[in-house]
Nanobody, 121 residues
Framework: QVQLVGSGGGLVQAGGSLRLSCAASGSILSINTMDWYRQAPGTQRELVAS???????YYADSVKGRFTISRDDAKNTVVLQMNSLKPEDTAVYYC???????????????WGQGTQVTVSS
């Protein structure tokens, strides 16, 4: 079994910065893609940023140039640095990690518990 523990988030004024972190622990042999999603009230969950095992990154157009995703494979951790935050960035942010576990034969996708980010105008 794998557990994801997130940290960061909170309330910030527009133009400010926040840093989200998500660490995976358990019977992990390797980690493939690590993602951050977000979901605002009344909307569908959307992919914000993604990073592959090779370090290739993807960003939603709405966050390009403001958010940076990074990973530390030694710590099984993914970080989302969010700068120049806007009120429309307000949402619950979720990490999603594809894990290859001992005793299994394929990658399993795990979700973090979600953390609230609120940006005031």
């Amino acid at each position: 079994q794998v557990q994801l523990v997130g940290s960061g988030g909170g309330l910030v004024q527009a133009g400010g910065s926040l840093r989200l972190s998500c660490a995976a622990s358990g019977s992990i042999l390797s980690i493939n893609t690590m993602d951050w999603y977000r979901q605002a009230p009344g909307t569908q969950r959307e992919l914000v940023a993604s990073i592959t095992r090779g370090g290739s990154t993807y960003y939603a157009d709405s966050v390009k140039g403001r958010f940076t995703i990074s990973r530390d494979d030694a710590k099984n951790t993914v970080v989302l640095q969010m700068n120049s935050l806007k009120p429309e960035d307000t949402a619950v942010y979720y990490c999603n990690i594809d894990v290859f576990e001992r005793g299994r034969y394929a990658y399993t996708s795990y979700w973090g518990q979600g953390t609230q980010v609120t940006v005031s105008s």
